[in-house]
């Protein structure tokens, strides 16, 4: 069936979020003033040396307040990759096959959207200009929006500025990642397969901020703190060595408390496992279930820590179907990571040693635990030998 789309007004401002590998998101508010029009070929210089340019476009509105389906809502707008999916397609793949797979409440809400036309192309020129000031991050430059796809998301504004109750919140997102192993790592992996790629990633300089393993995620509760440790740390701009400090802690544990209930977390990793048994050898890296794993290996949770005693907010997003063009890449990337024994070798950077893999850490805890035994006397023997004396005695 296909999805319904409902039409984004004229008018509203629409203004550059935040942007990642395959989507942009703005942030939508009534508009006041400048109407907007098709872009030119040429562009004015209207931004300061001083302040980054806002991608924002003013359409016609005297109202001040957002129509209903928009209020507390972000605008996401697909890039032009061969790797993306129509929003189209993409939207239809998220309601038939991974919408029924969590509560309603579990989901941030992402709902269809038809762009008014020479939205697309508008946005791309605020963007160039954003590249000629130097303010778009340097891995993001070159690549804009597809200017020939009709639709966005309207998805939910998971932001503190989204928070609907009184006072401030806290928000925090990360991905969960491989939350099971890969069915493609040998029998005797000593890392999880995101802790692998970290290592491989971080030999070759690419140092990782904030790194966690995703096994502490669906872990016991002291696994989930030592997970939660780290990504708050990284959000707070905090060294691995720097200890957490009153409200931090306090929102540390609530984190915690939500992530251990385990009513999230652990249904992500069982659906991991159930739609991909065989792994990226397996010759089903283009089929339907293959292609659903990839994506609850790639979505993103997003946790709202209200003020007081109010309940947290924790959604799944980023929930796009994964594109089968990508099923070349993900199979050269697990077969370096099996054939440069990344999943089985201890080799570790500076950089990594902070962060150790649930599996290395238990196995070391097991060695550990194992000598000390091993250093212990052996009671038995100490009772049987008074036993031998006395029989030679006799």
């Known amino acids: 069936m296909t999805p319904t789309a409902i039409l984004l007004p004229p008018d509203i401002t629409i203004t550059f979020f935040a942007e990642g590998a395959a989507n942009i998101v703005y942030r939508l508010s009534p508009a006041t003033s400048t109407p907007f029009t098709p872009p030119i070929d040429s562009e004015t210089d209207i931004y300061s040396n001083s302040t980054p340019p806002p991608s924002e476009i003013e359409l016609p509105l005297q109202a001040t307040t957002l129509p209903p389906p928009f209020k507390h809502k972000l605008l996401r707008l697909r890039k032009k990759q061969s790797t993306t999916t129509p929003l189209l397609e993409a939207q239809t793949a998220f309601e038939e096959v991974i919408k029924p797979l969590f509560k309603p409440e579990q989901l941030v809400e992402q709902v269809l959207v038809t762009l008014p036309e020479g939205l697309s192309r508008k946005l791309n020129a605020e963007l160039r200009a954003m590249e000629e000031k130097g303010t778009r991050k340097e891995e993001r430059r070159g690549v804009f929006l597809d200017e020939e796809e009709g639709y966005g998301l309207l998805v939910s504004d998971m932001s503190p500025q989204g928070y609907e109750g009184e006072g401030e919140c806290v928000c925090v997102e990360f991905k969960p990642k491989w939350l099971a192993m890969s069915p493609s790592a040998p029998e005797e992996a000593k890392r999880c397969r995101t802790c692998a790629l970290r290592a491989m990633r971080e030999a070759n300089g690419k140092i990782?901020?904030?790194?966690?393993?995703?096994?502490?995620?669906?872990?016991?509760?002291?696994?989930?703190?030592?997970?939660?440790?780290?990504?708050?740390?990284?959000?707070?701009?905090?060294?691995?060595?720097?200890?957490?400090?009153?409200?931090?802690?306090?929102?540390?544990?609530?984190?915690?408390?939500?992530?251990?209930?385990?009513?999230?977390?652990?249904?992500?990793?069982?659906?991991?496992?159930?739609?991909?048994?065989?792994?990226?050898?397996?010759?089903?890296?283009?089929?339907?279930?293959?292609?659903?794993?990839?994506?609850?290996?790639?979505?993103?949770?997003?946790?709202?820590?209200?003020?007081?005693?109010?309940?947290?907010?924790?959604?799944?997003?980023?929930?796009?179907?994964?594109?089968?063009?990508?099923?070349?890449?993900?199979?050269?990337?697990?077969?370096?990571?099996?054939?440069?024994?990344?999943?089985?070798?201890?080799?570790?950077?500076?950089?990594?040693?902070?962060?150790?893999?649930?599996?290395?850490?238990?196995?070391?805890?097991?060695?550990?635990?194992?000598?000390?035994?091993?250093?212990?006397?052996?009671?038995?023997?100490?009772?049987?030998?008074?036993?031998?004396?006395?029989?030679?005695?006799?």
């Not at 990226?280 to 890296?285: D, I, L, T």
């Not at 070798?345 to 990594?352: C, F, H, L, P, R």
């Open 208 to 394: 990782t901020k904030g790194g966690f393993c995703p096994y502490d995620l669906v872990g016991s509760r002291a696994d989930v703190s030592i997970a939660t440790d780290s990504i708050l740390k990284a959000k707070w701009g905090k060294k691995p060595g720097e200890s957490l400090r009153g409200g931090e802690c306090w929102i540390h544990d609530r984190i915690v408390d939500v992530i251990s209930g385990g009513n999230l977390l652990g249904p992500l990793r069982n659906l991991q496992i159930d739609f991909d048994r065989e792994g990226m050898f397996g010759g089903k890296v283009e089929e339907r279930d293959f292609l659903t794993a990839m994506t609850l290996r790639d979505c993103t949770l997003y946790i709202r820590v209200p003020p007081g005693d109010e309940p947290l907010e924790a959604r799944l997003g980023d929930l796009d179907l994964k594109s089968p063009a990508k099923a070349s890449s993900w199979i050269a990337q697990e077969r370096q990571l099996v054939d440069e024994c990344w999943y089985t070798g201890d080799k570790m950077s500076d950089a990594q040693k902070g962060v150790l893999c649930a599996l290395q850490r238990d196995a070391r805890e097991q060695s550990r635990r194992s000598e000390l035994q091993k250093k212990k006397p052996n009671p038995r023997k100490r009772r049987a030998s008074p036993s031998i004396g006395n029989t030679s005695a006799r």
